[in-house]
């Protein structure tokens, strides 16, 4: 027997035990029963099998579910706009909002370094035409300014790097952009103010040769930073930077003629100072050789006056003690000094016969000789 024929015991027969369940429904074929009805009701609402209505409302419902969240991403802030204006910021994370088109939401990136690339062919200060390239990095610092001020900030941007450039390189002259176009020898003159008031009074204070002097780049800088304040733009400029700073090709020639003999000129100059780096230590030392020997020599002189004017004083105070004495004793001091730097002659004849030599015979003579006076009577005869 099938376990659903008809007879006793249904409810054993039947393995869903519908039969044995309080109101008999509580199975699947009560959940089908439930779905059953429900489609029912709202196909009546609808107008039809299918449920119309229940199609629109469910996709009313995910539509103002989506609509009603957002997300904002770590590098993004948002500006909500109810009705196209401007209603609150929203910071990173996730946010409920009124469902469009009552609130948008417009996400802007903050934090990416966007750039802009340019290129300029301008006069100098000296009238000489000028190729620079540059490169500015800006990030966007205020959302609803960046959305709302400027039909196009980027654009403005772009407009405002290349006059702030103008500004700040035209007011130089060739020689010094090319030659250190790092640093500004001069401060900006009152021309360039009218594309950057601030900038313009900020060096226009500065004097020439300060150790704090302002680069091109920073000045550059400055003047887009401030030109950009003053249209509420919203964005920060992080960096300003030339990469390329030359005369154009028509007039390239003359200038690497120029260049060359500016490096001429250098090396001429650095080869002075070497051979002045070279010379003057040298110089100096022989003038401290020739003072120090000045000084010796000095000292030695006065050493010897003051050691001759003691022996006077001596002298003198034995002299007054004893003139004869003192008289015969200097006499013979004398003579001994005076004799010992001539040549000696030796007289054997007891005092008879005196006879002074030539020099050119004493001279001859070895220290001790003896001479007579025959030989020297011999010498004389021709």
Partial sequence: ??????????????????????NGNSGPNGLDQLLKRLRQRFGKLGGGPGGIFTIVLAVLLAWLLVSSATVINTSQTGVVLRFGKYSRTLTPGFHFKLPAPIETVAKVETTRIRAQVGQVRMLTSDENII????????????????????????????????????SVVGAHSMDEILTSPGDAADSLPASAASASAA??????????????????????????????????????????SFQNVAPPD????????????????????????????????????????????????????????TGDAERFNLLLKEYKA?????????????????MARNPKVVDGSGGRNIINLPAGLGSKLSPGATVSADAASQEKQP
């Fill in 1 to 22: 027997m099938a376990w659903n024929e008809p007879g006793k015991n249904d409810g054993q027969r039947d393995p869903w035990g519908k039969n044995n369940r309080p």
């Fill in 131 to 166: 190729s620079v390239a540059y490169n500015v990095q800006y990030q966007v610092s205020d959302p609803r300014q960046y959305l709302f001020s400027t039909n196009d900030p980027d654009d403005t941007l772009a407009q405002a790097a290349e006059a702030a450039v103008r």
């Fill in 199 to 240: 900038t313009a009074a900020k060096l226009a204070a500065a004097k020439p040769g300060k150790d704090d002097r302002i680069t091109l780049q920073q000045q550059t800088l400055d003047a887009l930073q401030h030109t950009l304040d003053s249209y509420h733009a919203g964005l920060q400029v992080t960096d300003v």
């Fill in 250 to 305: 028509e007039v390239k020639a003359a200038f690497d003629d120029v260049n060359a003999a500016r490096e001429d000129k250098q090396s001429a100059v650095n080869k002075a100072h070497a051979y002045a780096n070279q010379v003057i230590p040298q110089a100096t030392g022989e003038a401290a050789r020739i003072i120090a020997q000045a000084k010796g020599d000095k000292a030695e002189r006065i050493a010897r006056a």
């Fill in 322 to 338: 004893a003139p004869a004495v003192t008289r015969q004793r200097l006499w013979l001091e004398t003579m001994e000094d005076v």
